[in-house]
T-cell receptor
Framework: NAGVTQTPKFRILKIGQSMTLQCAQDMNHNYMYWYRQDPGMGLKLIYYSVGAGITDKGEVPNGYNVSRSTTEDFPLRLELAAPSQTSVYFCASSYYIAGGQTYEQYFGPGTRLTVT | ELKVEQNPLFLSMQEGKNYTIYCNYSTTSDRLYWYRQDPGKSLESLFV?????AVKQEGRLMASLDTKARLSTLHITAAVHDLSATYFCAVASLRGSQGNLIFGKGTKLSVKP
């Protein structure tokens, strides 16, 4: 298994540009997540998905969009990039059934994004 | 609104010593997670704690959960240099859901010989 993969690893954007961060998992996990981590800080949840076709906002969703058309993929779209979106972005996945056993989250390697 | 506070934020330890990292959270939750992050790397899951009084141990790390006090501890026994990393706790903000995890700011641990 490759686990959770993210592309690209690094990206520099100009203000106002758009891009999509790709995330894929091959563990048949139902939950997938996007976090951002600013320097010296913990992670903040942007969006998450409990299964294909279902997404929900986290703490900091403004300026981002997501979709989940398959179990495996969960892309994050940045529209009109702003310097405040400079951060490291982590995708994660887990398997969870309410009332059942809780499993750990698996994180991807991250995408380092700079907006100038 | 759920808030998660870790302390200390920075910890410099001598090898062989013991220490405890604390994670307090402000509202009721039914699960708490501990993660490790090495510099420039991704996060690695350490423990998932689900019930009051839960204790889990892996090597020199032991995590516990007191849901009544809304407190989790990560105890380090006889620290070694390899444990140098940043440790995060995260708390589920919705009962019965793994969706919305709120992270603490992290504790940066440095173990010196």
């Amino acid at each position: 298994n490759a686990g959770v993969t993210q592309t690209p690893k690094f990206r520099i954007l100009k203000i106002g540009q758009s891009m999509t961060l790709q995330c894929a998992q091959d563990m048949n996990h139902n939950y997938m997540y996007w976090y951002r981590q600013d320097p010296g800080m913990g992670l903040k949840l942007i969006y998450y998905s409990v299964g294909a076709g279902i997404t929900d906002k986290g703490e900091v969703p403004n300026g981002y969009n997501v979709s989940r058309s398959t179990t495996e993929d969960f892309p994050l779209r940045l529209e009109l990039a702003a310097p405040s979106q400079t951060s490291v972005y982590f995708c994660a996945s887990s398997y969870y059934i309410a009332g059942g056993q809780t499993y750990e989250q698996y994180f991807g390697p991250g995408t380092r994004l700079t907006v100038t | 609104e759920l808030k998660v506070e870790q302390n200390p934020l920075f910890l410099s330890m001598q090898e062989g010593k013991n220490y405890t990292i604390y994670c307090n959270y402000s509202t009721t939750s039914d699960r708490l997670y501990w993660y490790r992050q090495d510099p420039g790397k991704s996060l690695e899951s350490l423990f998932v704690l689900l019930s009051n009084g839960a204790v889990k141990q892996e090597g020199r790390l032991m995590a516990s959960l007191d849901t009544k006090a809304r407190l989790s501890t990560l105890h380090i026994t006889a620290a070694v240099h390899d444990l140098s990393a940043t440790y995060f706790c995260a708390v589920a903000s919705l009962r019965g859901s793994q969706g919305n995890l709120i992270f603490g700011k992290g504790t940066k641990l440095s173990v010196k010989p």
